[in-house]
T-cell receptor, first 110, second 115 residues
Framework: GDSVTQMEGPVTLSEEAFLTINCTYT??????LFWYVQYPGEGLQLLLK?????DKGSNKGFEATYRKETTSFHLEKGSVQVSDSAVYFC??????????FGSGTRLQVE | DVKVTQSSRYLVKRTGEKVFLECVQD?????MFWYRQDPGLGLRLIYF???????EKGDIPEGYSVSREKKERFSLILESASTNQTSMYLC??????????????FGSGTRLTVV
C-alpha cells in the first residue's frame, strides 16, 4: 500500500538557519504530494502541494520539488523564523479520496 | 472564512461510555474524514464518507462507528470508550472527485481523554 516516511524529529535550528525536512514515499501510480503544517494547539493547514513530477510547490518561503526518480518531496526553507516552529506532515494521494500521512516532524526554532 | 468546526476542544470520558464527536463543515464538501493523531504515529485514518449516508472504513476502524445524515455533518462514535482511545481526533473535509487532489481543510481537533 501507499506509505510516507519522514525524518524523525525534533529538528532544532537557530533563527535564519537553512531547513530541510526529508520525505520519501511509496505509492502505486502517480501520487499528488503535499506538505501540511500544524501549529501548537491547532489543526493541520495545507502548506504546499505538487501534482506531477518535477513540479515545485511553494508558499511562505517554503519549497518542495516532486522528484519521481528518487520518490522524494523534501521540504526546504532558506531562513527559518521562530514563528515556523510547528509540526510538519508530508502526505500523498493516488486518486483515492483519503490522504496518506507521514508521522510528522517537529521543528523548533530558537 | 470557510471552516471545519469540531464541537469540543477537550473531552474527558469514563471507560465504557458511549462518546460522540461532532464535526460540521460549511463548504458544501462531499468528502469528510476522521483521523486520530498520536505521537510518533502521525495521522491514521479511522473512517471517511464521500456522500450522505455513505461511509468507508479507514486503516483503524475497530471500536469506532460513524454517521453522516446530512452533507455538512460527520459524527464519530466510540461505542464503548477505552483508555487506548485516548488521543487527538481530527476531522477534515474536501471537495469531491478522484483526480489530482487539492487537499483537506481540517478542524482544530478534539483531545479526548478516557479515564
Amino acid at each position: 500500500g501507499d506509505s510516507v516516511t519522514q525524518m524523525e524529529g525534533p529538528v532544532t535550528l537557530s533563527e535564519e538557519a537553512f531547513l530541510t525536512i526529508n520525505c520519501t514515499y511509496t505509492a502505486t501510480g502517480y501520487p499528488s504530494l503535499f506538505w501540511y503544517v500544524q501549529y501548537p494547539g491547532e489543526g493541520l493547514q495545507l502548506l504546499l502541494k505538487a501534482t506531477k513530477a518535477d513540479d515545485k510547490g511553494s508558499n511562505k518561503g517554503f519549497e518542495a520539488t516532486y522528484r519521481k526518480e528518487t520518490t522524494s518531496f523534501h521540504l526546504e526553507k532558506g531562513s527559518v523564523q521562530v514563528s515556523d516552529s510547528a509540526v510538519y506532515f508530508c502526505a500523498l494521494n493516488t486518486g483515492r479520496r483519503a490522504l496518506t500521512f507521514g508521522s510528522g516532524t517537529r521543528l523548533q526554532v530558537e | 472564512d470557510v471552516k471545519v468546526t469540531q464541537s469540543s476542544r477537550y473531552l474527558v470520558k469514563r471507560t465504557g461510555e458511549k462518546v460522540f464527536l461532532e464535526c460540521v463543515q460549511d463548504m458544501d464538501h462531499e468528502n469528510m474524514f476522521w483521523y486520530r493523531q498520536d505521537p510518533g504515529l502521525g495521522l491514521r485514518l479511522i473512517y471517511f464518507s464521500y456522500d450522505v449516508k455513505m461511509k468507508e472504513k479507514g486503516d483503524i476502524p475497530e471500536g469506532y462507528s460513524v454517521s453522516r445524515e446530512k452533507k455538512e455533518r460527520f459524527s464519530l462514535i466510540l461505542e464503548s470508550a477505552s483508555t487506548n482511545q485516548t488521543s487527538m481526533y481530527l476531522c477534515a473535509s474536501s471537495s469531491g472527485g478522484t483526480g489530482p487532489y487539492y487537499g483537506y481543510t481540517f478542524g482544530s481537533g478534539t483531545r479526548l481523554t478516557v479515564v
